[in-house]
């Protein structure tokens, strides 16, 4: 566990404080099967169970009765068939005292108790369900059809949730501080790899074997390609080639399951050409600009558009684009190049808590989402900042073939582009600059320790130290 049960305790106990009354249903994460029962994926623990209870085993629920006040843990303990193959484990009693729970119920026990409050009319709050084992498991305690469950889930529980999981602790930072530094291991790794003849999944492999040596696990698949002009380029057996440019989005889980994510574009050969520092350049000089308006109090919506402004601009210098920079912005012109949000709230989930809905993680009552825009219906945060929020920086220009073509042919914001230009770029790929940052009393900071390049010069010094 990575806090001691008082903290755990607490955070129940505001949890309970803040839904008001009824009964809270938490579940665990049970094994998932590979491709046979006793072949199962790496274990990874439900993130809001794990932030409420710290506990990893499979096969648990938490219970929180509002309004009796107590904390159950439910579980079965394991047999001696179990204990073969695994291993002893801590027993229910064992775990419950490690996590605070006031008393542990078995599995069965825990249906009988959901069915007697279910019948007494207490409201059972749950949150979205987003794997289909819970879905069944929610569906046999409640009778709500896994079809219906999302929209079942309680309102008032998930904005609790956020509220609690949004501002992140001292300790929770230390924790994905550590992700960062796997994070730097990683990228500085694939950077000195980005080398004609190696292949993109030799890299990808290699990045994800020190996550898996220094941590859980990968905090998402890997994009490692060629081709960055795809959102989720994953990688294939593809050897790099001198002169084109790799792009690798990758980042770190830690055994606590505290999230790392980034993003680096690197020359292949080591030097970048003319054309690639011009747009490049453009990328990092959004970057450092978001981290000049990230403070508490500003809305994230009004830095991703600041953002979107100074690249309107700048590409309108090179012939990109032209025209009025605030219209061609409204119009949404600038999403031919940034299809994508500025980044994302990130914790114990690399997309901080979007399984519970993105339009109460990323927006509240005052920024709501704008769902109909190409490229804005990708914002996945626009809320106003808070001291403790863990925000992603990262801008991208990318030349997306299909996507030129498409708005070619339709006139789509052809006041505000040059389409005989953007045809000379269709072989350019794309760029992406990423790094994990921490909302603080005055502004903002990067997380970790060490800094993987990213400015240009810092960058082919880099490889060529490589």
């Given amino acids: 566990m990575l806090f001691d049960k008082e903290t755990y305790k607490e955070r129940r106990r505001t949890l309970k404080r803040s839904v008001g009354s009824g009964i809270i249903l938490l579940p665990g994460n049970d094994n998932s099967p590979a491709n046979y029962p006793a072949n199962s994926y790496k274990f990874r623990q439900d993130s809001s169970f794990l932030y409420y209870y710290g506990l990893h085993r499979d096969g648990l629920a938490g219970i929180l009765d509002i309004d009796d006040d107590r904390d159950y843990l439910a579980g079965d303990d394991i047999d001696i068939d179990d204990i073969v193959w695994f291993g002893q484990v801590d027993s229910m009693a064992d775990m419950a005292r490690q996590c605070g729970a006031d008393a542990t119920m078995t599995m069965a026990g825990m249906r009988e108790y959901i069915s007697k409050a279910s019948a007494a009319g207490r409201r059972i709050h749950f949150l979205p369900p987003y794997r289909h084992d819970t879905m069944i498991a929610l569906m046999d305690l409640t009778g709500i059809h896994p079809h219906k469950q ?236 808070q001291e403790g929020f863990v925000m992603t920086d990262e801008p991208g220009i990318y030349f997306i073939p299909a996507l030129i073509d498409d708005w070619k042919a339709k006139g789509h914001c052809k006041d505000f582009l040059n389409f005989d230009m953007l045809e000379t770029y269709k072989d350019f790929g794309g760029i992406r600059l990423e790094d994990d940052i921490l909302i603080t009393k005055d502004g903002c900071r990067f997380l970790g320790k060490e800094l993987i390049p990213y400015h240009i010069d810092d960058v082919e010094a880099f490889l060529g130290n490589s």
């Fill in 150 to 385: 999302r929209e079942a889930a309680s309102v008032g529980l998930i904005k609790a949730v956020v509220d609690q999981r949004a501002v992140k602790s001292d300790a929770e930072i230390a924790e994905i501080e550590r992700a960062c530094a796997i994070g730097y291991e990683m990228h500085t790794t694939a950077m000195r790899m980005a080398r004609p003849g190696i292949t993109e999944q030799e890299i990808s492999g290699r990045i994800s074997g020190i996550a898996s040596s220094r941590g859980c696990m990968v905090s998402f698949q890997s994009i490692v390609t060629m081709h960055g002009e795809i959102m989720h380029g994953y990688p294939s057996p593809r050897p790099l080639e001198e002169g084109r440019l790799l792009l690798c989005d990758a980042g770190a889980e830690t055994n606590e399951n505290y999230c790392s994510d980034n993003t680096r574009t690197s020359p292949i050969g080591g030097r970048f050409t003319q054309r690639q520092r011009e747009i490049y350049s453009i990328v990092e000089e959004c970057h450092d600009h978001a981290l000049s308006l990230a403070r508490p109090g500003v809305k994230w919506w009004y830095v991703h558009f600041g953002v979107c402004r100074l690249m309107t601009d700048r590409l309108k210098e090179i012939g990109l684009m032209k025209g009025d920079t605030e219209e061609a912005v409204r119009a949404g012109a600038h999403a031919m190049f940034m299809p994508h949000g500025l980044g994302h709230m990130m914790g114990m989930d690399v997309h901080d808590m979007e399984g519970l809905g993105q339009t109460y993680v990323g927006f509240d009552e005052e920024v709501r989402p704008n769902l109909e825009q190409f490229g804005t219906n990708c914002l996945r945060c626009g809320r106003r900042l």
